[in-house]
C-alpha cells in the first residue's frame, strides 16, 4: 500500500488506521482515489481522495482549496454535495494541493426506472443550485463564465469542425457577444449533466465535481444540461426537463436560451471524436447536437442548412 495514503489519513486523523486504497474509475479531470480506514472508535470510512490534473491546475492553482471552500458552502446551503473533511496543503505528501470528501454511496444511472422522476429532480437541485445566496461566494475565486465562453470564442482554431457546424455557432455569436446581463449572475455548476449526478434507490443522492464551477447567467448551466440530457435520453426529456426548470425559477428571463444552448453546442467542436465513443453512440450524439443547433437557430430566426451526413433525427 502506497505509503503517502497513510501519512494522508495520519493528517487527517493521527488516531485513524488505513486498512486499504483504491482508484475509482470514471474520473477524467481528476485522479480520484477511495481509502477505507478505521477510526478509534472501531468504524470503518471510506472517503475519497481528490487530485486535481494538469489542466484544471493550470487554470486555476488554487483550484483545491477553492473547491473545498465551495463543498463547505453548498453543504451550509443543505444541497445534496459530498462533505468536504480535509485539504492536504503540504507537498511532502503531494507535489500539489489535494482534497479529502466523502465517500457518496451510489451510482451514476444510465437507463432510469422513472425518467420523468429523475428529470425533474435534476431540474430541481439545479434551480436550487442556482439559489445559493451569491454573498455566499466571496473568497473562493470563481472564474465568471462569460470570459471563459469569450476566450474559446476568440481563439479559433485553425481548422473549425464542419461536422458540428462550429463555424455558422461561432458566427451567430460571435455577432451578438457579449450578450446583455440578461440574469443576475448565479453560482454554476459548470458541467451539470448525468454522469455528474449519484442515484440510490432513485433518489439524487449528490451532485459532484464541481472543478468547472463558475459564476455568470444561469441559463449558462441550462444550456449545458438540456443538450446532455438530449444526448442522453432524447428531445422529450430534454424538453420535459427544461419544463421542470421553468418552473422552479419563473422569474429568470428566458429570451437569451437559445444562445446559450448555442454556447452549449460549441463545447463539443473538434473534440467529441476524441472522447472515446463507441461508434453507434458518437452518430447518435452527433444528430442530437445537429436537432439542438437547428431548433437554437429556429428560435432565433436564423435560417439553418443541416450537415448532409445527419438527416434522421428522433
Same mark, same amino acid.
Given at each position: ?132 445566496? @451569491? *454573498?455566499? =461566494?466571496? !473568497?473562493?475565486?470563481? /472564474? ?6 469569450? %476566450? +474559446? &470564442? ?30 443576475? @449572475? *448565479?453560482? =454554476?455548476? !459548470?458541467?451539470?449533466? /448525468? ?6 434507490? %432513485? +433518489? &439524487? ?110
Amino acid at each position: 500500500m502506497d505509503e503517502k495514503w497513510t501519512r494522508l489519513v495520519h493528517n487527517m486523523n493521527p488516531s485513524a488506521k488505513l486498512l486499504r486504497a483504491w482508484e475509482l474509475k470514471g474520473g477524467i479531470s481528476a485522479q480520484v482515489t477511495a481509502l477505507e480506514m478505521e477510526i478509534p472508535d472501531g468504524k470503518k470510512k471510506i472517503v475519497v481522495v481528490r487530485e486535481h490534473g494538469q489542466a484544471d491546475l493550470k487554470r486555476n492553482p488554487q483550484i483545491a482549496s477553492d473547491e473545498f471552500k465551495l463543498l463547505q458552502i453548498l453543504k451550509s446551503a443543505d444541497l445534496p454535495t459530498p462533505t468536504p473533511y480535509h485539504l492536504e496543503a503540504s507537498s511532502e505528501i503531494f507535489p500539489t494541493p489535494c482534497l479529502v470528501i466523502e465517500f457518496i454511496e451510489g451510482q451514476t444511472v444510465t437507463k432510469p426506472a422513472d425518467l420523468s422522476s429523475y428529470l425533474k429532480q435534476a431540474a430541481e437541485v439545479l434551480v436550487r443550485i442556482h439559489s445559493v445566496d @451569491a *454573498s455566499r =461566494l466571496a !473568497g473562493t475565486y470563481l /472564474p465568471k463564465q462569460e470570459e471563459a465562453i469569450t %476566450e +474559446k &470564442l476568440y481563439k479559433r482554431s485553425a481548422i473549425l469542425d464542419k461536422s458540428l457546424d462550429e463555424g455558422l455557432i461561432r458566427e451567430v455569436l460571435e455577432s451578438v457577444w457579449p450578450l446583455r446581463q440578461a440574469n443576475a @449572475a *448565479s453560482l =454554476l455548476h !459548470g458541467d451539470f449533466w /448525468p454522469g455528474n449526478t449519484m442515484w440510490k434507490e %432513485e +433518489k &439524487l443522492a449528490a451532485v459532484i465535481d464541481w472543478e468547472d464551477a463558475a459564476t455568470g447567467d444561469p441559463l449558462s448551466d441550462l444550456g449545458n444540461a438540456r443538450l446532455e440530457i438530449l444526448w442522453a435520453f432524447g428531445v422529450e426529456a430534454m424538453n420535459d426537463f427544461t419544463l421542470c426548470y421553468q418552473s422552479g425559477s419563473k422569474t429568470l428571463d428566458y429570451t437569451q436560451l437559445p444562445y446559450w444552448d448555442l454556447c452549449a453546442a460549441l463545447r463539443p467542436a473538434s473534440n467529441l471524436s476524441d472522447w472515446g465513443l463507441e461508434k453507434s453512440m458518437e452518430k447518435t450524439m452527433r444528430e442530437r447536437h445537429s436537432l439542438f443547433v437547428m431548433q437554437a437557430f429556429e428560435k432565433l430566426g436564423i435560417p439553418y442548412k443541416r450537415h448532409a451526413t445527419y438527416e434522421s433525427f428522433e
